[in-house]
């Protein structure tokens, strides 16, 4: 079935410009060119440009690239923590960085609430010795999003902690404060719309001078994506390995285009087209949004439960082009997932919200 | 300077398929598909069936794929050693993996012998204690091939260690006995002619019953990319993380190309084209082969060292249309590199070839 639009939560559609960006890029010899060329580093430096600029990122903060947001859970256990870290749990991707921790030997603590809420944050049994806190803006698992305000309300009450924020499908939509958190880090084939194959890591300067001292004192950080190597490596506008060099050029291009149209009129458009997937589940005798709470329903993977099996709604969407995720682990047959991301247009998703009433 | 042919040994020219490859890889949604669905396990099997079959890679060998060979370096020593690693050094790549032994707090030992020139393999100092010996086929920097006689003398006399061979640019070129080796790695932005942005990590039985028996006594391995879940995730034909589903399609479509053509043929293709660069810088009064003793001289990384300036060299041939490498590091100004992959055909080959006698 070709021709279908993808609203699922990652990989997702492309952003709608991409197609045009990967020929250009095939024009101009990006995937034959050498990472160490002055093609390369001018390509580079305007894609972390571009995104520094986008993203409003202070000059405190670096932006690094891994293959993956799954690598990134790894470097940041790896070159931040010693001992202990501090988890906020709600869902598969939270559980599966505490995992990481736990699979690299650390005493990893967690707090844990039922799929489709978010932890509360008050009374947060976070020690002093827990020298790092994850907490997951948005879970794509259950489409929970913990509010900013509870991210910097943990700052406060924390503020030697590093703070770890897992952005994967809610960046470049969230405007965070990057004042009060340490490191974020998402996705591209999530709202920005790439191939998948590339992680992006935010990442402060209290970050790296926690790796170099593990480093000083021997610890290991890995090494080729350890901190440090990566730091050393960026300054010059370079990475480490031969990179997916294609994916650092298209994200570039594409933050380019959101620049143009303006993170705000994004950001107003994904709040209007999230309220039209709302209603839409809200009237229906078939849905109901998975997360209750308002404050925790995401704006960019909206969850539904589902009053009938999940896969015969996909498999009748897909029929009329549209092409819907099902629920995450246990949740398969019982959940919709849907994208609303910003390359999914207010036409597209009225269709969808359409054709999800007429069920 | 567009419309240039790519001669750099990686990233290099596209293989000439690539391009069409990637229309088709868009035009059935392969960047936007989960890589849970059936579709996404149908192309890496696919994927990695095609590559076992163009390596003629024995039933106790799995592929698994990873962000760059630079990263399998890492993966290889957190997985397979415990304390002692030993390497066979003759240039900058295999210094690298000998450094990454080094970074993970690994006891490792090295032989070395000069650019250009490959360690003699009669007598290494190689104790019973030293569990992986990693050996560079092609090293890259400097155009010296580690002839696979070597290896198979080195397999016979330490049988009990691990080997694992660095093939990043003479795979599929370089036909192996697997049965001699453990572990063999490369990168698709060499040979394969691809975008960078994946490497391929090829191993047999013992290296995985090593990776769980660290993990057993909680050694670390990793998590995502240990070999014990690239093994669990490979049975199904997945990966642990979102990958890059784009580049693991179109190698598949690649290698199912170049098995269309015989991997015979493309030898002797590689072998003839060789002959023609070798005989030109032979002929030469401004280059000479770095490297000296015929049997060290690779065939798919040809360098030359220059008795004038290499830069002005490659920017002579750029005006040309015929973009070559400059030499590594130190001697970045005084050689060429020049790739002779399965892409570059012929006739591009006699065409540099004559450029560089009319020098």
Partial sequence: MKNQIYFTPGPSALY????EHLKSALDSNVASISHRSSFFKSFYGETVENLRTLLKLPDNFQIF???????????????????ESFHLVNGAFSERFYKTAVAFGKEAHKVESIAGSCPEIDNLMIAETHELIGITHNETSTGATQP??????????????????????????????????????????????????????????????????????????????????LYEKGLKNQTPETPNSMGIYLLGKVVEDMLKKGIDQIRKETNSKAAILYNSLNKSDVFKPFVEEKRHQSKTVIVGKTAVSSADIIQDLKKKGMTIGGGYGEFKDLHIRIANFPTHSKEQIEMLADALEKI
């Avoid at 990442?203 to 021997?218: F, S």
Wanted: hydrophobic fraction near 35%; glycine fraction near 6%.
């Fill in 148 to 229: 900013l305000e509870d991210i910097y309300k943990i700052r406060e009450a924390f503020p030697d902690q590093l703070i770890a924020v897992d952005a994967v499908s809610s960046l470049p939509y969230v405007n965070i404060d990057y004042s009060k958190v340490d490191t974020v880090y998402f996705s591209v084939q999530k709202c920005f719309g790439l191939p998948p194959g590339l992680g992006v890591w935010l990442v402060n300067d209290r970050c790296i001078e926690k790796a170099e001292n593990r480093m000083r004192r021997g610890k290991n950080i890995g090494y080729y994506h350890s901190l440090p190597t």
């Fill in 65 to 83: 690239f891994t293959g993956s947001a799954t690598e990134i859970w790894e470097r940041i256990i790896e070159n931040c923590v010693d001992k």
């Fill in 16 to 19: 709608f410009t991409v197609r």
